[in-house]
T-cell receptor
Framework: DAGVIQSPRHEVTEMGQEVTLRCKPI?????LFWYRQTMMRGLELLIY????????DSGMPEDRFSAKMPNASFSTLKIQPSEPRDSAVYFC????????????FGAGTRLSVL | DAKTTQPTSMDCAEGRAANLPCNHS???????VYWYRQIHSQGPQYIIH???NNETNEMASLIITEDRKSSTLILPHATLRDTAVYYC???????????????FGTGTQLKVEL
């Protein structure tokens, strides 16, 4: 398997623009997680899905952030409008239900909002 | 979840064993100890986990004290590629329902040197 695939790897945008980050989980994994990592706050869980259904979005910073999982092989994290403080590395991870807490991470998307 | 305490940083000579400690004195009986690492500019990577018995896999060994209040991750022959931040996480391994939230602390920055 190719692992968790995230795109784009790097994104540079201007404040106020919409940003969409994409994730393809490992086939057969029914949990998908979105994390954000910054120097100040470390690695934070934003939201996670089970069988395409959002289970816990308590980590989503505010209404400007939204995440969807229209099918088992694709998820998006959208920021609209983006702000400079959203600059971070965003990671997607997936795991199979039988080995919870063993999560497989993608390479991340480095977002810079100018 | 039980809180974990790890040293901020450690150094290790290449070829030597790297022993990374983790204190989790408030661990509950049903909580596992998980170890992840994050090499610079990459997503976190699962290493190993255990409940109370020592565990070994192709990457590392995990030694958990009898009272389970602390553990040590051992990389038997550290290489330069093992330079990374190592995270110790304590979490229940629930096989049903939600609750897959891993909390990554600040971890230990391991630097392997020649």
């Amino acid at each position: 398997d190719a692992g968790v695939i995230q795109s784009p790897r790097h994104e540079v945008t201007e404040m106020g623009q919409e940003v969409t980050l994409r994730c393809k989980p490992i086939s057969g994994h029914d949990y998908l997680f979105w994390y954000r990592q910054t120097m100040m706050r470390g690695l934070e869980l934003l939201i996670y899905f089970n069988n395409n259904v959002p289970i816990d979005d308590s980590g989503m910073p505010e209404d400007r952030f939204s995440a969807k999982m229209p099918n088992a092989s694709f998820s998006t994290l959208k920021i609209q409008p983006s702000e400079p403080r959203d600059s971070a590395v965003y990671f997607c991870a997936s795991s199979p239900s039988e080995t919870k807490n063993i999560q497989y991470f993608g390479a991340g998307t480095r977002l810079s909002v100018l | 979840d039980a809180k974990t305490t790890q040293p901020t940083s450690m150094d290790c000579a290449e070829g030597r064993a790297a022993n990374l400690p983790c204190n989790h004195s408030t661990i509950s009986g049903n909580e596992y100890v998980y170890w992840y690492r994050q090499i610079h500019s990459q997503g976190p990577q699962y290493i190993i986990h255990g409940l109370k018995n020592n565990e070994t896999n192709e990457m590392a060994s995990l030694i958990i004290t009898e009272d389970r209040k602390s553990s040590t991750l051992i990389l038997p022959h550290a290489t330069l590629r093992d330079t990374a931040v190592y995270y110790c996480i304590v979490r229940v391994a629930v096989l049903t329902g939600g609750g897959n939230k891993l909390t990554f602390g600040t971890g230990t920055q391991l630097k392997v040197e020649l």
